[in-house]
């Protein structure tokens, strides 16, 4: 199983980009999906995740009403749409998918990351 993360780039404050998250190897249609990221000396902190069944989007308060996770049908590609970015949304952004624990912690699948830097 494989995620592929990608859109990441360099974008001005203010700006927007949307991120997908490819998966090979397993569908996650039943699965929780979900982003992370880590800006430079920090821990990787929880960004956004989509749950299965009833769907429920969940976000870290810093991102609420500027991010939104969505997932295509087939549970292959999910995205994050970042909109009116800020300087501290800089870092490097995983996906990850089928969580086994705390959804806002634990996943068993990783992406390997693609940087967004926003510019001031």
């Known amino acids: 199983v494989q995620l592929q993360a990608s859109g990441g780039g360099l974008v001005q404050a203010g700006g927007s980009l949307r991120l997908s998250c490819a998966a090979s190897?397993?569908?996650?249609?039943?699965?929780?999906m979900a982003w992370f990221r880590q800006a430079p000396g920090k821990e990787r902190e929880f960004v956004a995740a989509?749950?299965?069944?009833?769907?429920?989007?969940f976000y870290a308060d810093s991102v609420k009403g500027r991010f939104a996770i969505s997932r295509d049908n087939a549970g292959s590609t999910w995205y994050l749409q970042m909109n009116t970015l800020k300087s501290e949304d800089t870092g490097v952004y995983y996906c990850?998918?089928?969580?086994?624990?705390?959804?806002?912690?634990?996943?068993?699948?990783w992406g390997q990351g693609t940087q967004v830097t926003v510019s001031s």
């Open positions: 990850a998918g089928h969580s086994n624990g705390d959804i806002r912690r634990d996943y068993i699948y």
């Open positions: 190897g397993r569908t996650f249609s039943s699965s929780t």
């Open positions: 989509s749950t299965w069944g009833v769907s429920s989007t």
